[in-house]
């Protein structure tokens, strides 16, 4: 099940969040530098890392003091390689497995591979429900995922492309 909400992705109550992220875990776009404050400093502290990682990966970390607590942080660029199309596919490809992995049935995320990979909300849905809808899982999941937009325009672009899609 996917479902298009305005919300505030920091409180909804889910299983784990997905957050756009470069090679070092830093945020790539305002809307996840907003999670990170939200997160506080727990969470800071627990996605350090020893050394970068590869683009296209995804991990998952505590979530501080999120309402959820887990995220999976989608790594989308790094140091000479910028966010596009491919990088995020396979991000957010990653990420799925991740959650499978985890068995988090139920997941919110804000658009990814807007900003930072120069996606328009059209494409970025259409990545975010390729990927999602041809993801193998464990268990079923993830099961559901909410698409956290922040405005009345971009959850109507957003709900007329899910549905189109059948969803």
């Known amino acids: 099940m996917i479902r298009v909400v305005t919300d505030d992705l920091a409180t909804l109550a889910v299983d784990a969040v997905l957050r756009a992220a470069d090679e070092s875990l830093d945020p790539v776009t305002p809307s996840a530098a907003r999670l990170d404050q939200a997160a506080g400093r727990r969470f800071m502290e627990q996605h350090r890392l020893q050394a970068p990682l590869e683009v296209g990966a995804a991990v998952v970390t505590g979530g501080g003091d999120l309402a959820a607590p887990l995220v999976v942080h989608v790594v989308i660029q790094g140091e000479g390689t910028p966010a596009g199309r491919d990088t995020v596919r396979r991000a957010l490809t990653s990420a799925w497995q991740r959650a499978s992995d985890w068995k988090l ?63």
Do not use: K, Y
């Open 105 to 167: 049935a139920r997941v919110a995320t804000h658009l990814i591979g807007i900003g930072a990979g120069a996606l328009s909300v059209e494409d970025a849905t259409r990545l975010m429900l390729e990927t999602f809808r041809h993801h193998p899982t464990t268990e079923g999941c993830p099961a559901s995922l909410a698409i956290v937009v922040e405005g009345e325009t971009d959850r109507d672009i957003v709900q007329a492309i899910v549905g189109r899609a059948g969803a």
